[in-house]
């Protein structure tokens, strides 16, 4: 069975998309943060050998994500790395 839109209920569909992966993305991005936050990860730079939580930069409001647990997953669009 086929079914035809009118544009106003096209463009209604649509912005309900828009809105369900917006939703999506800050709830994905919550959950990066808390676990960049909270995970302790091994720094390979550092001389004490104890792991400690990296912190997100947007909670830390400066930083890198060079070690960052979640990095590959973070939907975050402005990611900074170290030189």
Request: one cysteine or more; glycine letters at 2%; hydrophobic letters at 25%.
């Amino acid at each position: 069975m086929q079914y035809i839109l009118t544009e106003s209920e096209y463009a209604s569909l649509v912005k309900a998309n828009e809105r369900f992966l917006e939703e999506q993305k800050s709830i994905l991005q919550d959950l990066c943060t808390k676990v960049c936050d909270n995970l302790p990860v091994n720094r390979s730079w550092s001389e004490s050998k104890k792991k400690e939580p990296w912190g997100c930069m947007l909670t830390q409001k400066c930083g890198y994500c060079d070690q960052c647990p979640v990095q590959d997953v973070c939907p975050y669009e402005y990611k900074e790395w170290s030189k």
